[in-house]
Structures are given as C-alpha cells and as structure tokens.
C-alpha cells in the first residue's frame, strides 16, 4: 500500500491539480458549519488533491463528530487529508496526540520542528512510519513575524556553523526523512533556496497565497509542489471557480517549467 507522500503525488497527477483546500471556515453553529465544509468540498473536489483542516474546525465540529464525517466525505472523493496542529510538544504528548488525529482518520500532521528531534518529534515520525502516514514540517511560515524565528541566523549545533534556522529545518526535513516541507509562498527566494536544498527528494507545500499575498505561480516556478489555498477559495462568491481558476493558473506554470 503506497504511504502518503506516494499516494497524495498519485491524486495529484491523476487529478491534474496540485491545489491542497485548507478549510478553515469560521462558524460557531456546527450543524451549518458542517454543511457549509460539505458543500464547499463538493463543489471545489474535482480541482483539489487534499483537504487540510485546522484547529478551529476541530473545536467547533469535535474530532469524533464533524470532523471524522469531513475526513470520510473527503476520502470518499478520492482526497487526502492533512491535519494542521502545528504539534510541538515533548514526545509523548506529540505521540497521544498524533495518534488521535490517525485514528480518525488523517493521512498526515503537521509539525513544527523548533521541538526538536530527541525527547519532541522523534516519536511521532515513528509512529507515522509504522501507520504509512505522513509528517509535514514547518521550515519557513509565511506570515512577517516568521523571520524573528525561522530566518534568524543561529549556529548548528552538529556542525556549529553559522545557518539561517530554515536551512537547518530544510536540513532537518531531509535528515528525518519529512513527506512534506512547508514554506510560505510569501516568500518565493526561501522557496527556491529550500528546493536546492531537498532536490525534488521531499516535496515543499507553499501556503499564503492570494489573501496574504503570495503568488501561487510565483511559489510554483520557485520550487513548490502543492499550493495550499484557504480564503481565496471558500470565501470567494463561487468557491468552485475560483478553484478552478487557481488550478488552471497553476497548471500553466507546471506545463511551462516542464517545457525548460
Ligand atoms: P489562507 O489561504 O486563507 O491564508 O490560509 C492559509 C492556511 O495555511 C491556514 O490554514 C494557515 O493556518 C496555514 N498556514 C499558513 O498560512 N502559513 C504557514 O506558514 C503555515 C500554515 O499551515
């Protein structure tokens, strides 16, 4: 059985779309907030490879209600599933917590490697070896603030040789063996400096586009794989255009860049 990084790069290229929906819609009634994530995800799977869900959808719709009837409708449209917690505890509460969101079903977490490998994530990326789910890291987050901690220069503790801390995190991604490096789009020059450093070997999931300004085709030409897209998608009138549209944007530039 093919493990996450196989199987969400076999969606991707049988559904022509490297578009990962994050759907983050507020919403304090969880019956209508239930409905409106169906509809959206109706609407919006054919130009979608995976649904990543965050934290709030979790406290309003509960893992074992709302949120496992997402995951089984997604996986009924053929999509993956990612869960955003950011994870960044010490290991046996990574571990329980990890082993919650498996267990209800998602593919793969993201985690945030700040935590460290000894004692933080190392737990977590064996239980996902075992269970052919997947890990994403945190190397550089899109929003400004970011840079205070993932683009200051600190010294490796293996080499201790001066680095930007994402270099270390890309690094890190590679040396763990990550199915996923996630750096903002918002940022294209990391983007770029991080696929010189994975070579193609992990894969780079780019959000911050549109609504916080970066540019998917942008990210895309620079290095990234998938495009995780949020607002632009299920707060625009038609989420199923604007999907469409980003899809068709994106896939110009896939073509492009495979015609250097
Ligand atoms: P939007 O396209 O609406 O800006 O949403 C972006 C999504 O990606 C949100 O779920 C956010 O938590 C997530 N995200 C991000 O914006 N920047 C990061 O560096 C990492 C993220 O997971």
């Not at 983007?191 to 549109?210: D, E, H, K, T």
């Not at 625009?236 to 110009?252: G, H």
Request: aromatic share 6%.
């Amino acid at each position: 059985m093919p493990c996450f990084r196989e199987s969400i790069k076999k969606v991707s290229e049988s559904s022509g779309t490297n578009l990962v929906l994050a759907l983050d819609i507020p919403g304090r009634d969880p019956q209508a907030l239930l409905r409106r994530c169906i509809q959206v995800l109706d609407d919006v799977a054919p130009y979608i490879c995976a649904v990543k869900i965050n934290k709030p959808l979790v406290l309003s719709l509960s893992l074992k209600g709302g949120v496992s009837k997402i995951l089984d409708y997604a996986h009924n449209l053929g999509l993956m599933t990612i869960m955003d917690e950011k994870l960044n505890d010490v290991s046996h509460i990574n571990l329980d917590v990890a082993e919650h969101y498996f267990e209800a079903g998602f593919d793969a977490l993201i985690a945030n490697p700040f935590v460290g490998w000894d004692g933080g994530l190392n737990s977590i990326f064996s239980l996902a070896k075992r269970t052919c789910k997947g890990v994403l890291l945190l190397v550089y987050m899109s929003h400004g603030g970011a840079a205070e901690g993932y683009g200051q220069t600190v010294i490796d503790p293996e080499t201790g040789e001066a680095k930007p801390q994402y270099v270390i995190f890309a690094e890190e991604a590679l040396a763990w063996n990550a199915d996923g490096a996630i750096v903002g789009a918002t940022r294209p020059d990391n983007v770029r400096a991080v696929r010189n450093i994975l070579r193609g070997r992990i894969p780079i999931y780019s959000p911050g586009v549109i609504a916080q300004g970066g540019d998917p085709s942008v990210a895309v030409s620079a290095g990234a794989n998938y495009i995780i897209v949020g607002r632009a998608i299920y707060e625009s009138v038609s989420p199923r255009d604007s999907a469409f549209s980003l899809r068709e944007r994106i896939a110009k530039i896939s073509r492009s860049d495979r015609n250097i």
